[in-house]
């Protein structure tokens, strides 16, 4: 794309692409030892992080090599007021607007010499070695997330998707109370956190009420050699497997463009508000799209707000 007058030519998109970064995996502390065991991402992974958000939901995302780590959050999700009589929040649901934890565990170091790769042009970040192409791409029009994973080993194996709550199944703190719940919808895993709290103030405005949902998707192409397994590991986890113990040498036919994760979220303070349905119905979107559209939709978004960088004087 080109910005053009009598006085000046300039090609935006070759000037935008000089900020993209590609950078070595290993130059980042991302040893898992390194994790704490209640926060996935903390200072130790600091400077490593990829942004993974559409301005309202998101995620920064950190990997060690062989696995990929989240922290999903909702900006409209906020379960404390100024006046809340609750006392010490629970450890794991410190971090503002925290709804959840996600994981991909690859079991292997599939990002093994790989980079990191941030493109500003067309609004996508990840990962490439010579095992692993993963892709992060977050939709401008919906709270939806995209994950695209091609997986160019010879010999596949399967790797495990975690969903885990950032709250307790019940939370009592003074009159704050927080309920969650973890369960399979259809072919989709929903992680629904609901908090209340009428406070001790007397005036209204003063209480509390916040729903915040977060739902998850697979979807293998093809399906012929691939499936998924769904786990309940407690009542705060649930593990999706996604199950791929093939060998390409013997089986040539049996290589899968691509694997697509949707995450999906909603939140809100309205009691009338269902945020299940609203997740359901963004997952349900999907059905009827890919993450290839998604990001030549995302690709026109940035395209537009980078030439309303320059600003065109009058020539006379």
């Known amino acids: 794309?080109?910005?053009?007058?009598?006085?000046?030519?300039?090609?935006?998109?070759?000037?935008?692409?000089?900020?993209?970064?590609?950078?070595?995996?290993?130059?980042?502390?991302?040893?898992?030892?390194?994790?704490n065991a209640t926060c996935i991402i903390d200072e130790s992974?600091?400077?490593?992080?990829?942004?993974?958000?559409?301005?309202?939901?998101?995620?920064?995302?950190?990997?060690?090599?062989?696995?990929?780590?989240?922290?999903?959050?909702?900006?409209?999700?906020?379960p404390f007021g100024a006046a809340s009589t609750a006392g010490t929040v629970d450890v794991e649901a410190r971090y503002g607007c925290g709804l959840a934890y996600f994981s991909i565990d690859f079991s292997d170091n599939v990002l093994e010499n790989g980079t990191q790769f941030m493109d500003f042009y067309e609004g996508i970040c990840g990962y490439k070695s010579e095992q692993m192409e993963i892709t992060f791409i977050a939709d401008r029009e919906?709270?939806?997330?995209?994950?695209?994973?091609?997986?160019?080993?010879?010999?596949?194996?399967?790797?495990d998707i975690y969903l885990k709550s950032a709250h307790m199944p019940l939370e009592l703190n003074a009159n704050h109370t927080s309920k969650t719940m973890l369960f399979k919808k259809d072919e989709n895993v929903i992680l629904d956190t609901t908090a209340s709290e009428k406070c001790d103030t007397g005036i209204s405005e003063n209480d509390i009420y916040c729903r915040g949902t977060v739902g998850i998707n697979v979807e293998i192409k093809p399906t012929k050699w691939h499936c998924i397994e769904f786990e309940k590991m407690s009542e705060q986890t649930i593990k999706l497997t996604?199950?791929?113990?093939?060998?390409?040498?013997?089986?040539?036919?049996?290589?899968?463009?691509?694997?697509?994760?949707?995450?999906?979220?909603?939140?809100?303070?309205?009691?009338?508000?269902?945020?299940?349905?609203?997740?359901?119905?963004?997952?349900?979107?999907?059905?009827?799209?890919?993450?290839?559209?998604?990001?030549?939709?995302?690709?026109?978004?940035w395209s537009d707000f980078w030439s309303k960088s320059f600003v065109l004087l009058d020539e006379k």
């Not at 919906?142 to 790797?159: E, M, Q, T, Y």
């Open 45 to 78: 992974r600091a400077g490593g992080e990829l942004p993974f958000a559409n301005g309202r939901f998101g995620t920064p995302v950190s990997t060690d090599g062989r696995s990929v780590k989240m922290q999903i959050a909702h900006g409209d999700y906020y």
């Open 142 to 159: 919906r709270d939806l997330l995209g994950i695209k994973i091609v997986d160019k080993r010879k010999v596949r194996k399967s790797f």
């Open 1 to 35: 794309m080109s910005f053009k007058t009598k006085y000046i030519d300039y090609d935006i998109e070759s000037i935008v692409r000089k900020a993209n970064q590609n950078i070595p995996i290993d130059e980042f502390n991302n040893d898992i030892q390194y994790v």
């Open 242 to 301: 996604v199950s791929q113990e093939i060998n390409t040498y013997q089986n040539p036919d049996s290589v899968a463009e691509e694997i697509d994760i949707y995450i999906a979220g909603a939140a809100s303070h309205d009691e009338s508000e269902d945020t299940v349905k609203r997740v359901n119905d963004i997952l349900y979107y999907t059905k009827y799209t890919d993450i290839s559209e998604i990001c030549e939709r995302t690709k026109q978004w």
